[in-house]
């Protein structure tokens, strides 16, 4: 933000600098010892609004953010965290007590963020009240000796001081230039003057850019307070309503709660992905294309769409993108009653090695007398590679699951809740030695009449994200204002030119000073060198105008004069 | 830090603060008046419902007010078996819905006082019906016959009748257990798994049948 302070450091701006809320520390004041309880306030908000304080609160906000990675959060991850209290006893209660497995939602990491807010809109808010108060200001009267400013021209003109003057206002106007002349006709012994101001829209883009960035402020708010991200596994053929207990991940915002979710229904029908089948690239996805069928609402019309990667479907504010896929093997379980226990599909989730060798479980919690387990590889194309399963392609060509079958106490009857990828051996024992190989229609005959498990295909599935953040196009808008204001504020100079025509023996003597904060590109040198020879022109042309040799206007001007 | 130390910063800013005091004071409303409302739209946001009062010490059981139960919604669909229920047919009756599902964990938990409940409550007019959300029927019959379940279960594999009840109900998960009273409203609310001393205080009052009443019927 400093990059953009108002130039009230600057002696261009004179009226800038005892309002600097951020400025250098001054020299000592002979009234330290008698500091009152506001002065403390005021000295403590300052201190809070200041630059470095704000860069100490970001920092430590960053800093703050580090144990949300590195530790398990009870809000995105409470497995983990439960995983980390057995392997950790000692630690773990003490992490607790500091918050450390819910950071986001901490007390001390809301206070650095509460701090920061303040401290920002305390530094945005009294620095756009400057600046659109700087934007309003008249330029200042011109200098005495306009020859000292960095550039200046000085010639004579045939005309009295108050026209030059007058037609050097009707040049500079022409030109943009905010115009003050001096309340009184003349200055007694100076002659005429007047200033110009042009690059207001320097203070524009400066206000626009600190108005943005408290925007952008607000857009974040906005979004953590009333946003939210949902995720969703959804199986080709099955539809999911956007409701709490049917989503597998929840992340509301501060301000939101389930009935905020917009009430849709979306079925996948379809999934296709289409790889590229030779060259090198083989293997590589070619495109991701998902058919749904949506309703908005309960009862509502039933519509159709697609969503692809980087094209997700919008439904009642809220946006779904698709962020995954993966393959589902069915299969059908009888078990040692002959009932069937189990006809599904179940989501196999592809490891980081390449080619969708997926990788799940399937509990058979219904199965009796023992319940039965099934940890299973899914291949979509197999080739036996020196006795090893490899897939050699994404698509299932060839689609094969590798299973081990497992019979016990799946554990599923008291306790926390599990997840359907994971199975715990633990009371189980385990039936089949070797994993077992299925083509799709083969079925596997359990030892001791403990039941048969048939491959039955497969299907498709999709990793759904439901987000919806309020803040999002009001972030982005914020944003491109913000930077914007930040190149007008870098581009436009404040640029000033005065003119002082004082009365000689041809009729005035023209002054014209020219005045910027920078000029390392010379472009306002080449400006006013211009604008000078226009200026210089127009006198020339006005007195040709006035129809009379110059040594005639001459003589009635000197009477006037010094 | 030294007391001195946190002393002299002060007086090196003191000739500052004669300076922009009333924009100063402008940026502390403004911020003081952003905070106090973002709190008290936390505190609006977090506050509680006045109209319930919660069974048995714990906020998982709620029983709701007479003239602040919600309306539940009507709904039909495909039993377990293959035959169609519509709920406007228990009209009339004390009905125990439970949202379920085989895969899930405190769901068998439950499963065993549910099915024993309705035994009890039988013969008092009091119906269970289950809607088995998210599941395979293959896998949600064998559920059933673990625990010698006998009332019937309406599939929604799509949780679409779970979200008709979540305009009413705060539904968060799975298992969920509403009591309906006679006139259809709903009178009472386990989240989470429901143990036998939350469903049969919520009985009671609905029914005006204590457990030991019902039983001796």
Sequence with gaps: ?562 | MSRALLLRAPALRAPALRAGRRTVVLAAAVSAGVLLIVGLAAGWASGGHSNVTYVDGSDSAVLYAAGHRPLAPDFSGTTLTGSRLSFSSYRGNVVVLNFWGSWCVPCREEASTLASVAALYRSSGVAFLGVDVRDTTASALAFTRSFGISYPSVTDPSSAITLDFTSVVPIAGTPTTLVIDRTGHIAGAVFGSATYPELTAILAKVTGKAAAEAVSR
């Excluded at chain 1, 077992?436 to 039955?456: A, E, N, Y």
């Design chain 1, 1 to 562: 933000m400093t990059d953009v302070r108002a130039p009230e450091t600057d002696p261009f701006d004179s009226a800038g600098t005892e309002r600097d809320g951020r400025r250098p520390e001054g020299p000592v004041s002979p009234a330290a010892g008698t500091l009152g309880l506001t002065d403390w306030l005021k000295w403590a908000w300052r201190q809070l609004t200041s630059m470095r304080i704000a860069l100490v609160l970001l920092f430590l906000l960053a800093l703050g953010s580090v144990p949300g990675s590195m530790l398990p959060q009870q809000g995105s991850d409470p497995a983990g965290v439960a995983q980390y209290y057995t392997s950790h006893p000692a630690l773990a209660p003490l992490l607790n007590h500091l918050g450390l497995f819910d950071v986001f939602g901490a007390p001390w990491f809301a206070a650095i963020y509460l701090l920061l807010f303040a401290s920002l809109v305390g530094c945005v808010v009294p620095r756009t009240f400057r600046l659109a108060g700087s934007a309003r200001t008249l330029p200042p009267r011109a200098p005495r000796n306009l020859a000292r400013l960095p550039v200046s021209a000085e010639y004579a003109a045939a005309l009295a001081p108050a026209g030059a003057v007058e037609v050097a206002a009707r040049v500079l106007s022409g030109h943009g230039f905010r115009l003050r002349r001096p309340a009184e006709p003349d200055d007694a012994g100076t002659g005429s003057w007047l200033s110009a101001e042009k690059g207001y829209l320097r203070e524009a883009g400066n206000l626009v850019f600190h108005l943005a960035l408290l925007g952008v402020l607000v857009s974040v708010a906005l979004g953590g307070l009333f946003g939210y991200k949902a995720d969703r596994l959804l199986v080709q053929g099955t539809s999911f309503a956007d409701t709490q207990s049917a989503l597998d991940e929840f992340y509301p915002g501060r301000l939101v709660t389930a009935a905020d979710l917009p009430p849709f229904t979306i079925t996948l029908n379809s999934f296709d992905a289409s790889y590229i089948s030779s060259g090198p690239q083989r293997g590589q996805p070619s495109s991701f294309d998902a058919q749904v069928s949506y309703t908005a609402s309960p009862g509502g019309p039933v519509r159709t769409d697609r969503i692809e990667v980087n094209r997700p479907l919008s439904v009642d504010g809220a946006k779904v993108y698709l962020i995954g896929h993966g393959y589902a093997p069915e299969f059908k379980v009888t078990d040692a009653r002959g009932q069937v226990v189990y006809d599904g599909a179940q989501p196999f989730i592809s490891g980081t090695t390449g080619n969708f060798l997926s990788e799940g479980v399937l509990k058979v919690s219904g199965a009796e007398p023992e319940q039965l387990g099934f940890s299973g590889v899914f291949v979509p194309t197999a080739v036996d590679i020196d006795g090893t399963l490899e897939s050699v392609f994404p698509a299932a060509d060839n689609p094969v699951v590798s299973l081990i079958a497992y019979a016990g106490n799946l554990g599923m009857n008291t306790g926390p809740s599990q997840s359907v990828y994971q199975m715990n051996t633990a009371g189980m024992k385990r039936l089949t030695p070797d994993p077992q190989l299925l083509l799709v229609g083969q079925s596997l005959k359990l030892p001791d009449g403990q039941g048969t498990i048939t491959f039955t295909g497969y299907r498709q599935w999709v990793s759904l994200t439901i987000t919806h953040d309020p803040g999002q196009l009001p972030a982005l808008v914020c944003g491109m204002a913000a930077l914007g204001g930040l190149l007008l504020s870098f581009l436009v100079r404040r640029r000033r030119v005065f003119v002082r025509a004082r009365a000689s023996q041809q009729g005035s003597t023209v002054q014209v000073g020219g005045l910027t904060r920078t000029d390392a590109s010379g472009a306002f040198s080449e400006e006013f060198a211009s604008l000078a020879a226009e200026l210089r022109s127009a006198h020339q042309r006005a007195a040709q105008d006035q129809g009379a040799p110059p040594h005639v206007q001459a003589a009635p001007i000197r009477q006037e004069g010094e």
